[in-house]
């Protein structure tokens, strides 16, 4: 059974920095896309980044420099470094993973329950 349990969300001054882990169980990690992704109140789930087995990493223009994925394979955990945080980062953040063998599409993978992060001026 899949499971992906993130971390380390909390309540930001903007301008702030956070960590946030995502401990993943129950899947060959190395063989997975993994993601972040955040939905804020009223809107769609949207990406934030995403990191490939080999290493290559994708990331929405909103966080472009600002924010950071890494993995590591031996540990089974992706991390997302937020840094110069804004009152729009606020949102629950989730973690995706997908076997490569399913595609880019992450709603062919899991989700975890999510981490609240919250950013005030």
């Known amino acids: 059974q899949v499971q992906l349990v993130e971390s380390g969300g909390d309540f930001m001054q903007v301008g702030g920095s956070l960590r946030l882990s995502c401990a993943a169980s129950?899947?060959?990690?190395?063989?997975?896309?993994m993601g972040w992704y955040r939905q804020a109140p009223g809107k769609q789930r949207e990406l934030v980044a995403r990191?490939?087995?080999?290493?290559?990493?994708v990331y929405a223009d909103s966080v472009k420099g600002r924010f950071t994925i890494s993995r590591d394979n031996a540990k089974d955990t992706i991390y997302l470094q937020m840094n110069s945080l804004k009152p729009e980062d606020t949102a629950v953040y989730y973690c995706?993973?997908?076997?490569?063998?399913?595609?880019?599409?992450?709603?062919?993978?899991?989700w975890g329950q999510g981490t609240q992060v919250t950013v005030s001026s």
């Open positions: 990191i490939y087995p080999g290493g290559s990493t």
């Open positions: 995706n993973a997908v076997h490569a063998r399913l595609g880019d599409d992450p709603n062919l993978g899991s």
């Open positions: 129950g899947i060959i990690f190395s063989y997975n896309f």
